[in-house]
């Protein structure tokens, strides 16, 4: 189980051979790698369903590798998104082993060793996130990052200290780990050692990268909305070829834009960060880095409150009108994204 979504393995893969996997969509949601927050959000995990196998098609247009095999209809078959009558929650797709970084402490210090990784494994999922920015909106990582020194503005390839809301000449490349307690951003050479990767395979994912933030860009383009970041998961299969696994292109894993408001989880990260729980959520993970403790959710002080109700019923309809734009078809009894959006914006303007 994941905060978000239910795995149901209906083959397990082995040494050289993919599995056969479902993911569960609910309409549960995480913020800061909390987990399982307090409340649901109605319709979005049938949303992501669609909107994920939606760009999973899009891209396999584009001779780009992916393990999505197709939607389950209520009925029980195995569909493709154009086939689907009426909305499902239930992914299925090619299972690849999952290998987790042993994990030690040193010098007080939590480390973690990916020795396992190297470039004669295969049929594995590749340990990390990788993440295109197009554009550096409110609330985008890079910013915080900045201000602790924690990267450069030579580091991101710009000539400039970038603002708030600014558009790239060209996308920025991102990579952090996926399988610790706390993710981490690293270095390309890190991501490099990380994952098992040749210096050949490393450009190859930069390059697999670009194709994905170019495809979802066009889709996004067509509801209006500006894909300003997005997360990529990619793993080898048996043969060592790489593919695009977990789900692309969703309100989840990118962070799209409208009219310079947010159309994504983000809505719920802003929320989330007037709150006192976001700041305890800082200072655990502080604490636990110094300390050298695993878990920081034990050191949090507080449980995050539930979301305002009303702002929950936008997000919601958010999430169901992006879908219904994003693919062309009216697969939820919503209003029109732009009509969203001005609830929304009405209800930032009054809070």
Same mark, same amino acid.
């Given at each position: 189980?994941?905060?978000?979504?239910?795995?149901?393995?209906?083959? @397990?893969? %082995?040494?050289?051979?993919?599995?056969?996997?479902?993911?569960?969509?609910?309409?549960?949601?995480?913020?800061? +790698?909390?987990?399982?927050?307090?409340?649901?959000?109605?319709?979005?995990?049938?949303?992501?369903?669609?909107?994920?196998?939606?760009?999973?098609?899009?891209?396999?247009?584009?001779?780009?590798? %992916?393990?999505?095999?197709?939607?389950?209809?209520?009925?029980?078959?195995?569909?493709?998104?154009?086939?689907?009558?009426?909305?499902?929650?239930?992914?299925?797709?090619?299972?690849?082993?999952?290998?987790? $970084?042993?994990?030690?402490?040193?010098?007080?210090?939590? @480390?973690?060793?990916?020795?396992?990784?190297?470039?004669?494994?295969?049929?594995?999922?590749?340990?990390?996130?990788?993440?295109?920015?197009?554009?550096?909106?409110?609330?985008?990582?890079?910013?915080?990052?900045?201000?602790?020194?924690?990267?450069?503005?030579?580091?991101?390839?710009?000539?400039?200290?970038?603002?708030?809301?600014? &558009?790239?000449?060209? $996308?920025?490349?991102?990579?952090?780990?996926? /399988?610790?307690? @706390?993710?981490?951003?690293? %270095?390309? *050479?890190?991501?490099?050692?990380?994952?098992?990767? #040749? +210096?050949?395979?490393?450009?190859?994912?930069?390059?697999?990268?670009?194709?994905?933030?170019?495809?979802?860009?066009?889709?996004?383009?067509?509801?209006?909305?500006?894909?300003?970041?997005?997360?990529?998961?990619?793993?080898?299969?048996?043969?060592?070829?790489?593919?695009?696994?977990?789900?692309?292109? #969703?309100? +989840?894993?990118?962070?799209?834009?409208?009219?310079?408001?947010?159309?994504? @989880? *983000?809505?719920?990260?802003?929320?989330? &960060?007037?709150?006192?729980?976001?700041? +305890?959520?800082?200072?655990?993970?502080?604490?636990?880095?110094?300390?050298?403790?695993?878990?920081?959710?034990?050191?949090?002080?507080?449980? $995050? $409150?539930?979301?305002?109700?009303?702002?929950?019923?936008?997000?919601?309809?958010?999430?169901?009108?992006?879908?219904?734009?994003?693919?062309?078809?009216? /697969?939820?009894?919503?209003?029109?994204?732009?009509?969203?959006?001005?609830?929304?914006?009405?209800?930032?303007? #009054?809070?």
């Amino acid at each position: 189980m994941g905060s978000v979504k239910d795995l149901e393995v209906i083959k @397990k893969p %082995t040494k050289d051979a993919m599995g056969i996997g479902r993911f569960h969509f609910s309409d549960r949601y995480s913020v800061f +790698d909390w987990g399982e927050m307090p409340d649901q959000i109605e319709g979005k995990g049938a949303a992501l369903c669609l909107m994920g196998a939606y760009c999973f098609e899009r891209l396999e247009e584009k001779g780009i590798k %992916t393990h999505y095999r197709g939607l389950v209809a209520k009925d029980g078959r195995l569909v493709s998104f154009e086939e689907v009558e009426q909305s499902t929650n239930i992914m299925e797709f090619n299972l690849v082993n999952v290998f987790r $970084p042993k994990t030690y402490k040193e010098d007080g210090k939590v @480390k973690h060793d990916y020795g396992m990784f190297t470039p004669s494994l295969k049929n594995y999922l590749i340990p990390l996130e990788i993440m295109y920015r197009n554009g550096l909106p409110e609330g985008s990582s890079i910013f915080k990052r900045l201000e602790k020194g924690l990267i450069t503005v030579e580091d991101l390839g710009l000539d400039h200290y970038p603002k708030p809301g600014e &558009r790239l000449s060209k $996308p920025i490349f991102d990579a952090s780990t996926k /399988l610790e307690e @706390k993710d981490r951003y690293v %270095t390309w *050479e890190e991501t490099r050692k990380i994952a098992g990767l #040749t +210096d050949e395979e490393l450009e190859e994912v930069k390059a697999l990268l670009l194709k994905v933030d170019e495809t979802i860009t066009r889709i996004a383009s067509k509801a209006g909305l500006e894909n300003e970041d997005g997360k990529v998961e990619l793993a080898f299969d048996p043969e060592r070829r790489l593919m695009v696994v977990d789900v692309v292109g #969703t309100l +989840d894993e990118c962070r799209f834009t409208y009219d310079g408001l947010h159309v994504s @989880k *983000e809505i719920a990260r802003q929320f989330y &960060r007037k709150t006192d729980w976001h700041r +305890d959520v800082e200072e655990a993970k502080k604490r636990a880095e110094t300390e050298g403790i695993q878990d920081w959710r034990k050191l949090c002080k507080s449980n $995050p $409150p539930k979301l305002d109700p009303a702002l929950k019923v936008i997000i919601s309809e958010m999430y169901m009108a992006a879908t219904n734009e994003l693919t062309n078809r009216k /697969l939820f009894d919503v209003l029109r994204l732009a009509d969203v959006i001005k609830k929304y914006r009405n209800y930032v303007d #009054t809070n």
